[in-house]
């Protein structure tokens, strides 16, 4: 259901929820090891999220990537959204261009309510609801 560079964005996303600050930014290179990712790739990723206001970064010298308040206060599925679309999350799990519910393809109406109650607790559950849990130790996350 999620795309290798969503789940990429999520876990980078929590690195810095979990290890950044407006006082403490972190870079590019600090995050790629903990959570094996190329540079490149996730210096991208960011640059994503960043342009939507997910995450924060300053640019010079004490310069980095870090969370905001506002920023951990986002709701998870803006993550999905911004590096991967809503479609991607809504398209046919069999990849049938003509799978919906008038025509729903074989495992539609079997994974698709699952499916919507999935979006709908991303939609709800913020970056530092999940952070937290992680620091609580309620949920594991090899940072």
């Given at each position: 259901?999620?795309?290798?560079?969503?789940?990429?964005?999520?876990?980078?996303?929590?690195?810095?929820?979990?290890?950044?600050?407006?006082?403490?930014?972190?870079?590019?290179?600090?995050?790629?090891?903990?959570?094996?990712?190329?540079?490149?790739?996730?210096a991208?990723?960011?640059?994503?999220?960043?342009?939507?206001?997910?995450?924060?970064?300053?640019?010079?010298?004490?310069?980095?990537?870090?969370?905001?308040?506002?920023?951990?206060?986002?709701?998870?599925?803006?993550?999905?959204?911004?590096?991967?679309?809503?479609?991607?999350?809504?398209?046919?799990?069999?990849?049938?261009?003509?799978?919906?519910?008038?025509?729903?393809?074989?495992?539609?109406?079997?994974?698709?309510?699952?499916?919507?109650?999935?979006?709908?607790?991303?939609?709800?559950?913020?970056?530092?609801?999940?952070?937290?849990?992680?620091?609580?130790?309620?949920?594991?996350?090899?940072?």
């Open positions: 259901m999620f795309s290798n560079s969503s789940k990429y964005a999520i876990k980078a996303v929590l690195f810095l929820s979990l290890h950044s600050s407006v006082s403490n930014k972190v870079m590019v290179k600090d995050i790629t090891k903990p959570i094996n990712v190329p540079k490149a790739y996730l991208k990723l960011l640059q994503e999220l960043v342009k939507e206001d997910i995450v924060s970064s300053t640019r010079g010298p004490g310069g980095g990537f870090y969370m905001s308040k506002q920023n951990n206060n986002e709701k998870v599925i803006r993550i999905l959204d911004v590096i991967d679309g809503e479609k991607k999350l809504t398209n046919c799990l069999l990849s049938l261009e003509e799978c919906h519910a008038d025509k729903p393809c074989p495992l539609h109406n079997i994974l698709g309510p699952s499916r919507q109650n999935i979006l709908n607790l991303l939609r709800e559950k913020s970056i530092s609801d999940l952070a937290l849990a992680v620091k609580k130790g309620e949920a594991f996350l090899p940072l």
